[in-house]
């Protein structure tokens, strides 16, 4: 059954190909089975899309084996200009794929417009860093020989993406991997594999040759994805998702000693010193926190500001954040859609009930049901005097709740920060320069933000330390995870 409100969002649904995209062919799954695509602002299907089997995920992977060699070998420019149209193509389209990411992740349209923009910016980036791969020519240093260095793209891969982001976490891994020259198979997350379909598309029509890129959709992640990884011809792969599902396949990965790369959750601090200017601290928290409706590995999960200054700050973020329009995100003046499902916004509900418990007082918002309103909404909330034993000081929230604490020294603010298995990102407010850069020194933190509450830029490396992963994402780094460095010692009299 289909709910999808107007004409225009059941157009961009039906115009997307709800199959497996294999060897360059769209087909059914083995046996036909199909999964539902659920709308979160009402919890209802809005379409099926194929439900590939184990063996149809194999079929991904041969395809990729098949076209592997001939790709490495295609000119670099050329790889580089099949990026460039289809960046090209994503923003021509960019209103439709936004619509179309709204409908099955539930964030405002305009968020889902500038999330095409961000993963069409990997597409055009990767297009201009496809042409720069370079390799070095030295002399030994007894001068016997000549040491020549050159980056070969690794291989076949396998990219797994998470449904917070549909379509900039697939670019993050596909403009690199075509930019290498390698191969790949795609898994989107079940919940939204329509904006990943919809760029596969997109990648075809470009000119992307055979095999270059398979993509599957299926109910099943571990079953369809663990003969992947089990198989020798597979060379690399590249996670973003949660830390627990990230540790189970890098056990799984050590069978085959299998290159990878992880980007995993994160619960970035967000500190405001004394000398901060809050107006500035208000603003960047606002991004910070409510970007993607929390659901963000980069959300600010807890904030330590300054007892001086921590009432006005928290007084100023709740009048913000609680005069934001919930509502469906394809409807006009909505800022905030719903969460992805029950079961993340049921654990939302239950950490801000076990801070609550605990002794934290509710500013705005707060746990209970929003009454006669269907999807998976919770509101945006605020939370002051969080005692250290909360959990959400510890877990990954990924919903629109902000709790605050305080601290009277750096030292203080910079081991709360710390404190923490995660170290993906972190955000500072100071007009202190020194201060700026003793603290931004300290962090254990892939990525910081100085009086700003973004990060993310595809010509900057995106990643974490500690259980946030390893490798790089975007910037000049991005493309190093998906080539290996030979060397040919080369005599010479
Ligand atoms: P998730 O449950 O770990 O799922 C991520 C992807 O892995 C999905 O495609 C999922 O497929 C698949 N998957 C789940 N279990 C698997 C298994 N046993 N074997 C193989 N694949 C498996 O994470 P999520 O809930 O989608 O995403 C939210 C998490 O992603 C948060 O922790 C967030 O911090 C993190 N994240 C990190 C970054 C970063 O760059 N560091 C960026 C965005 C999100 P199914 O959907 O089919 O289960």
């Given at each position: 059954?289909s709910?999808?409100g107007?004409s225009?969002?059941?157009e961009?649904v039906?115009?997307?190909p709800?199959?497996?995209?294999?060897?360059?062919?769209w087909?059914?799954?083995?046996?036909?089975?199909?999964?539902?695509?659920?709308d979160?602002s009402?919890?209802?299907?809005?379409?099926?899309?194929a439900?590939a089997?184990p063996q149809?995920?194999l079929a991904?992977?041969?395809a990729?084996?098949?076209?592997?060699?001939?790709?490495?070998?295609v000119p670099?420019?050329?790889?580089g200009?099949i990026?460039?149209?289809?960046?090209e193509a994503?923003?021509?389209?960019?209103?439709?794929l936004a619509l179309?990411m709204t409908?099955?992740?539930g964030k405002?349209v305009a968020?889902?417009s500038?999330?095409?923009?961000?993963a069409?910016?990997f597409?055009r980036?990767f297009?201009e860093?496809?042409v720069r791969?370079e390799?070095?020519?030295?002399?030994?240093?007894?001068?016997?020989m000549?040491?020549?260095?050159m980056?070969?793209?690794?291989?076949?891969?396998?990219?797994?993406?998470?449904?917070n982001?549909p379509?900039?976490m697939?670019?993050r891994?596909?403009?690199?991997?075509?930019?290498?020259g390698?191969?790949?198979v795609v898994?989107?997350?079940k919940q939204?594999?329509?904006?990943?379909?919809?760029l596969?598309q997109i990648l075809?029509?470009?000119g992307l040759?055979?095999?270059?890129?398979?993509v599957f959709?299926?109910?099943?992640?571990?079953r369809?994805t663990g003969?992947?990884?089990?198989?020798p011809?597979?060379?690399k792969l590249?996670f973003t998702?949660?830390t627990e599902?990230g540790?189970?396949?890098?056990?799984?990965?050590?069978?085959h000693?299998?290159?990878?790369?992880?980007e995993l959750?994160?619960?970035?601090?967000?500190?405001?010193?004394?000398?901060a200017?809050?107006?500035a601290a208000?603003?960047g928290?606002?991004?910070?926190?409510m970007r993607?409706?929390?659901e963000?590995?980069?959300?600010?999960?807890?904030?330590h500001?300054?007892?001086s200054?921590?009432?006005?700050?928290?007084e100023?973020?709740?009048q913000r954040?609680?005069g934001?329009?919930?509502?469906?995100?394809s409807e006009?003046g909505?800022?905030?859609?719903?969460?992805?499902?029950?079961?993340q916004?049921?654990?939302?509900?239950?950490?801000?009930?076990?801070?609550l418990?605990?002794g934290a007082r509710?500013?705005v918002g707060?746990?209970?049901?929003?009454?006669?309103v269907p999807g998976?909404?919770?509101?945006?909330?605020v939370?002051?005097d969080?005692?250290?034993?909360a959990?959400?000081l510890?877990e990954?929230?990924f919903?629109?709740?902000a709790?605050?604490?305080t601290?009277?020294?750096?030292?203080e603010?910079?081991a709360a920060?710390?404190r923490?298995?995660y170290g993906?990102v972190?955000?500072v407010?100071?007009?202190d320069l020194?201060?700026a850069?003793?603290?931004?020194?300290?962090l254990e933190?892939?990525?910081?933000?100085l009086n700003?509450?973004?990060?993310?830029?595809?010509a900057a490396?995106?990643?974490g330390?500690?259980q946030?992963?390893?490798g790089r994402?975007?910037?000049?780094?991005g493309?190093?995870?998906?080539?290996s460095i030979?060397?040919a010692?080369?005599?010479?009299?």
């Open positions: 059954m709910t999808i107007s225009r969002e059941q961009v039906a115009q997307v709800k199959g497996l995209f294999v060897g360059g062919e087909r059914d799954a083995t046996g036909g089975g199909t999964l539902a695509v659920e979160p009402t919890g209802e299907a809005l379409c099926e899309v439900d089997t149809d995920a991904c992977l041969d990729a084996v098949a076209a592997q060699a001939e790709w490495a070998a670099p420019r050329e790889r200009e990026l460039r149209r289809a960046w994503l923003m021509a389209r960019q209103d439709e179309l409908l099955e992740m405002p968020e889902s500038a999330e095409i923009a961000y069409g910016e597409l980036w297009a860093e496809a791969i390799g070095r020519w030295a002399t030994a240093p007894n001068g016997g000549r040491m020549l260095t980056r070969q793209p690794v291989g076949p891969c396998l990219l797994i993406t998470p449904w982001f379509m900039a697939g670019t891994k596909i403009g690199p991997a075509v930019a290498a390698c191969t790949m898994k989107p997350a939204t594999p329509l904006s990943m379909l919809a596969a075809q029509e470009s040759p055979a095999g270059v890129l398979n959709t299926s109910r099943s992640a571990s369809t003969p992947l990884i089990d198989d011809r597979l060379r590249s998702g949660s599902v540790r189970q396949l890098m056990a799984q990965a050590s069978g000693v299998l290159r990878v790369s992880m959750g994160g619960n970035a601090p967000f500190l405001v010193f004394e000398d200017d809050l107006d208000v603003e928290a606002m991004v910070a926190k993607n409706i929390g963000a590995c980069t959300a600010a999960n807890r904030f500001v300054h007892a200054v921590a009432g006005a700050f928290a100023r973020l709740a954040m609680g934001l329009q919930l509502g469906r995100g006009d909505v800022q905030v859609g719903p969460l992805i499902d029950d079961e916004r049921d654990k939302v509900r239950e950490l801000v009930q076990d801070a418990e605990k509710c500013v707060g746990p209970e049901r929003i009454p006669g998976h909404f919770f509101p945006p909330t939370l002051t969080v005692p250290d034993d959990r959400l510890r990954e929230i919903g629109p709740v709790p605050i604490t601290f009277e020294t750096e030292e603010a910079i920060a710390n923490t298995e993906l972190a955000y407010f100071t007009r020194d201060r850069i003793r603290v931004i020194e300290r933190t892939g990525m910081v933000g700003q509450g973004l990060v993310s830029n595809a490396p995106f990643g330390v500690k946030s992963g390893f994402e975007g910037g000049a780094e493309i190093d995870e998906y080539l030979k060397y010692a080369i005599r010479a009299n």
